[in-house]
């Protein structure tokens, strides 16, 4: 690896390092969440919504609740830093720093599903958060999708991931069934997961290297 190398290596690993560490929360808030189906009896992907668990019995409800908030700011911290990752020119970086923040507005909605559950005098505002967050989340998958296309640090692999997410957000948009809802959770943890594993790799594969 010569010197040129190195130092494009060694940009690549700072933000890359700093966007996994948004893994640790993301993982327990989803581990809060599945706990919080477990302890809601009778609860049914197919028939309810997934805020739903957000007004289950105790502890459902608050398990729920506090995870959602935990993904939500966490996701704002791993975006930000994938955007660094995805240093462009021209137009593409106008695009990436619109994706960057629209995926921040994206994870403080996600946030505030928490904060606002879904039962009476505060649905309005859950609808709202919860509308403005799968509404930005389609956006910003597919701007971060074409910009892994342009982006030699992701594979294509990882941009199409990221259109299929997309169109599961905007599925979920547009006929609105809690299956539906289901799907973009899981295909999201996913995504981030994947991502995040494979930029685990790559600072692996850096750290063997620089020992050699």
Known sequence: MNKNEKFQMEEFIKPSSSALYSLIPIL?????????????????????????LGTGPKPSAQFFNVGVI????????FFVYLGKLLTASGIDEIIRKIAV???????????LIGCFPMFGSLLIMHNIVSSSFFLSGMIYFILFSYLMIKSQNFSKYQSFLGFLVAGVFGSYLFIGHPAIEWSVVFSAFAWVLLNAGWLAFKNVKFLLITKI
């Open 28 to 52: 327990i808030g989803i581990s809060f969440i599945f706990y919080s189906l477990s302890q809601y009896p009778d609860y049914s992907m197919i028939e309810y919504y997934v805020s739903q």
């Open 70 to 77: 935990i993904i939500g700011a966490a996701s704002v911290h």
């Open 101 to 111: 923040r629209i995926s921040i507005f994206g994870g403080i909605s996600l946030s």
